[in-house]
């Protein structure tokens, strides 16, 4: 098994040089063969994927889960479509960063690379495959992909597909690899794989990357845990107000931009919290509160709650939210610093200074002055696509296009330079 | 003890918000006092450095680490005059790196700003100290520095001074400190403070840094392990290689740019070796081969010898290169990419393909067509000062300065958008 495994990343590892050299045009046709080929091979594909749903059936997976794994032809097709749009992304490799020419003659260059090997971890959603494929082919990479044991006959049959075509282009072998075995022990062995893979980004919920970040050696791109503040300051305006957190906590639930916290100026609690009550009701929000909070909701009403000190560091991703009054913009800058993952955090605010002050202070990847959280995405960000979005500061932060999966090198010209 | 380390860091991870925002006249004006109060205790810092210097000859501790550990006037100067050279470097934070409004009106900024706690960890070297200090405080990070047990004394008194400094500027005390405890359990506990400390950077040999690799739970780059190759191709000026080979093995020895490994080309090597030998004999360099190479070189000279499988990936960092023969580009391509350590290569050819396929094909941080691999530095790069040499992809890569202990956050300006 483990010797399956390590030929696997000894492959890409191999393969990586020349899969970083390939040139635009082969990158973008291989894509689009590869979307063909998804759906030339859409009937495997969708029986495969009835096998998993089958047994997912059979062992009471709930129903979100089901519907997360479950394809049919028109989410194949986007799937396939997918690929195409990234086939159309600007190719980000050789970009020339900078050049400059040295007192003593060397030209020194900084060109923009791949990153060679990047392994993929995830959970039962079989769109990840091709996603993940896509963007890290783009970008000139080696993927290696382990999914869960869930989605396995569907991750073997939609990477079976890509591979032929990858095949008809000549492309190394190792550019495209899926783990198949499921088993703990491997997934333990491949995030000790250092020799051979380059970065690890786990996709999936918060025990998925805890414990990828925990026992990794290879580095790893933390994503997608986000505990998302909207801050009503007491110069808001608050139908403005109310209408991005019921933007930020309905519009989508159980995405990682979704609003999680709110955080009121006690000015205009009382005034505020009754209107944002009257607007989430329709959903069903369950609204829990500290005390003042809870005053200004109302004790009786039946969705409003006492927060707990749990409350204020949670990611529900769900109808819940926790609402915490403070009696100034300070107060406000660090609870939210306290208490969030440093993702998505918004202001509202009618004050110039308090909004420059908030966008300055507030230490997460994105924050937003009157806008809802939920525009935290590599497609409205304008990066095309993303295959994430990073809660941490080394190498990318935010929502990571196909930059974030590139390096640098430099390369310098030179004509017998020594060191004196 | 746990305690006490625990508190030093918490203390800087609140202060980092206050640290990043600082303006550049206030960091400015405070390095060039940090550089003033090194000068102003130069007697307690020499008479401090004294005791490790006894302790360490009690010990019997290597005369090429005395030297490193050894302080005087003129070595205290330098490190006054390093923080004063970073006073005059231009500040990275702030720098809007890019803008644009999106067609729903949100306009969307990347901000660099400071990536937080940067930890520190370094051998017996005192002058790190002040350097590191120096880079992290310009970039906006609050440093936790934890030094060898050999040099603490030192330490406490160098660090002592420059928070002297910081005191009289009212810079918020986190923005520097000192892990006093030299114990094991401290470095372990320290590496793995997640919570509050964003990134280390381990500063020494191979054995420190893989030790920070395998035990810390905060993101590490990797630095300044270099087995660099100088390639000799069968198009090479022969006397341009020699000088430069010259250059990369002796002029200084002991650095992670110098030169460990070449290859030749073996259309040459009859020819193009013994010149080496008779170049590199005064410095009595060993030339371990293999078996062309040594028959090449003269099988009955004294510094020749046969080389093992081990010595193709070994960093000497002595009077000690190995020498490869190959056959072609491919070939040598192919050897430099399994023994390097993606630090700094080099290239002697006329051949302007050559050339280019050397360029693009080597995995390294820094790949070089007729020059010297010394050059691989933050100060001959133009970056002013260099906090280490990255050998890793990702964040940084080769020599890095300010910018590398940077991160970026988005700011996004809204008037009321939702997402639709």
Known sequence: MDAKLQELCRQAHEDRIR??????????????????????????????????????????????????????????????????????????????????????????????????VVGIIFEARPNVTSDAFGLCFKSGNCAILKGGSDAIHSN????????????????????????????????????KMKDYVDLLI???????????????????????????????DQFADQEMAVNIIKNAKTQR????????????????????LPKLYAALKEYDVEMRGDSYAVECLGPDQPLVKDATEEDWGTEYLDYIMSVKIVDSLDEAIAHINKYNTSHSEAIITKNYDVAQRFLNEIDSACVYVNASTRFSDGNEFGLGAE??????????????????????????????????
Chains 1, 2 share one sequence.
């Open 19 to 116: 899969v970083g050299m390939l040139d635009t045009d082969t990158k973008n046709r291989t894509l689009e063969l590869a979307a063909d080929a998804l759906m030339a091979h859409e009937q495997e594909i969708l029986e495969a994927n009835a096998i998993d749903m089958e047994r997912g059936r059979e062992r009471n997976m709930p129903q979100g889960l089901l519907d997360r794994l479950k394809l049919d032809h028109d989410r194949l097709l986007g799937m396939a479509d997918g690929l195409r749009q990234v086939a159309k992304l600007e190719d980000p490799i050789g970009e020339v960063m900078s050049m400059r020419k040295r007192p003593n003659g060397l030209i020194i260059g900084k060109v923009r690379v791949a990153i060679g």
């Open 156 to 191: 073997i049959a939609i990477v079976s597909a890509m591979q032929e075509a990858l095949r008809r282009m000549n492309i190394p072998k190792g550019a495209l690899s899926l783990i198949e075995s499921t088993d703990r022990e491997t997934t333990n062995a491949f995030m």
């Open 202 to 232: 786990p996709r999936g919920g918060r025990g998925l990357i805890q414990s990828v970040v925990n026992n990794a050696t290879i580095p790893v791109i933390e994503t997608g845990t986000g505990n998302c503040h909207v801050y009503v």
């Open 253 to 272: 639930i159980g995405v990682c931009n979704a609003c999680e916290s709110i955080v009121v100026h006690r000015a205009i609690a009382k005034e505020f």
């Open 387 to 420: 295959i994430g979005i990073s809660t941490q500061k080394l190498h990318a932060r935010g929502p990571m296009g196909l930059e974030a999966l590139t390096s640098y090198k430099y390369i310098i010209y030179g004509n017998g330079q020594v060191r004196p």
